[in-house]
Nanobody, 123 residues
Framework: QVQLVESGGGLVQAGGSLRLSCVASRRALGTITMGWFRQAPGKERDFVAAISWNGGTAYYADSVKGRFTISRDDAKNMVSLQMNSLKPEDTAIYYC????????????????WGQGTQVTVSS
């Protein structure tokens, strides 16, 4: 079972930037997509961004398009999320996840999850 560990969360003012990283314990066979999701208190877990492991095709939620960039580093088994122009509504716990399917946006398509990292954006 692949293990995912996120890092890089924190507190930032609106308009600021953060970079989240997710390291996989190993390159799991069958990994097709790596994704980022977020969950705010009292809300459902929402899709943020995903990237195909082979080819690097990226897909974003409309709410973050143009502000967030997802990338991967094959050699380090790592996926990152660069978040710029952060807004208070971006405040949530951010989760890294692995899917055996291509660029799906529903959390049910992902079968391995990190523990999450808190991102707080103050106004």
């Amino acid at each position: 079972q692949v293990q995912l560990v996120e890092s890089g969360g924190g507190l930032v003012q609106a308009g600021g930037s953060l970079r989240l990283s997710c390291v996989a314990s190993r390159r799991a066979l069958g990994t097709i997509t790596m994704g980022w999701f977020r969950q705010a208190p009292g809300k459902e877990r929402d899709f943020v961004a995903a990237i195909s492991w082979n080819g690097g095709t990226a897909y974003y939620a409309d709410s973050v398009k143009g502000r967030f960039t997802i990338s991967r580093d094959d050699a380090k088994n790592m996926v990152s999320l660069q978040m710029n122009s952060l807004k208070p509504e971006d405040t949530a716990i951010y989760y890294c996840a692995r899917s055996r399917t291509l660029l799906r946006t529903h959390w049910g398509a992902y079968d391995a999850w990190g523990q999450g990292t808190q991102v707080t954006v103050s106004s």
